[in-house]
């Protein structure tokens, strides 16, 4: 089946240490995009990428990093200079053109 | 700007009432609108989207929603609600080369 898979489900990350969060799609989709969700908030733009090798800074993309080398790929690596990383973080995913936009399953991340 | 309100943060029904979830956009081009739905600890869902035409959409699981250009508002209604129905449900809209904006989420509690 076509999807988005976002991995780990669960990261914990001390203080000071980079972490990494992984979406890999198989839809063929041109544009990617990482959210930010507090709880009880609603989503708030990190980074996406609408073609391979490039990419846009979001709304609150200060802490945050992105690669995209392959179409299917877009990890997203949380520094240690985001100073409030615990969240629940959203990958997505588009055809482009303002088409319908399809989301993983999302990952928690607590910094302990 | 662009922007999205959901002016109801968190609405109670009883199960098997119907339920109506308002959703108002300011935006320049001519919108692509959509509702999602969240359950906690999940991604997002999409029950519908409307692009063009017909302004009543049918989506899953029973919901509707209708485009009314001249209120700009697209809101979401289900004649029946079910206690499945208890989850997030998000407001977007979109438009062709651009990001898509969510709305801040209702939150929608069922009482037996």
């Known amino acids: 089946d076509g999807g988005i898979t976002q991995s780990p489900k669960y990261l914990f990350r001390k203080e000071g240490q980079n972490v990494t969060l992984s979406c890999e799609q198989n839809?063929?989709?041109?544009?990617m995009y990482w959210y930010r969700q507090d709880p009880g908030q609603g989503l708030r733009l990190i980074y996406y990428s609408q073609i391979v090798n490039d990419f846009q800074k979001g709304d609150i993309a200060e802490g945050y990093s992105v690669s995209r080398e392959k179409k299917e790929s877009f990890p997203l690596t949380v520094t240690s200079a985001q100073k409030n990383p615990t969240a629940f973080y959203l990958c997505a995913s588009t055809p482009g053109g303002g088409n319908t936009i399809y989301f993983g399953e999302g990952s928690w991340l607590t910094v302990v | 700007a662009q922007s999205v309100t959901q002016p109801d943060i968190h609405i109670t029904v009883s199960e098997g009432a119907s339920l109506e979830l308002r959703c108002n956009y300011s935006?320049?081009?001519?919108?692509?609108l959509f509702w999602y739905v969240q359950s906690p600890g999940q991604g997002l869902q999409l029950l519908l989207k409307?692009?063009?035409?017909?302004?009543l959409v049918q989506g899953i699981k029973g919901f509707e929603a209708e485009f009314k250009r001249s209120q700009s508002s697209f809101n979401l209604r289900k004649p029946s609600v079910h206690w499945s129905d208890a989850a997030e449900y998000f407001c977007a809209v979109g438009s062709y080369g651009q990001n898509f904006v969510f709305g801040p989420g209702t939150r929608l509690s069922v009482l037996p």
């Open positions: 409307y692009f063009s035409g017909d302004t």
């Open positions: 839809l063929n989709h041109d544009a």
């Open positions: 935006y320049g081009a001519t919108p692509y």
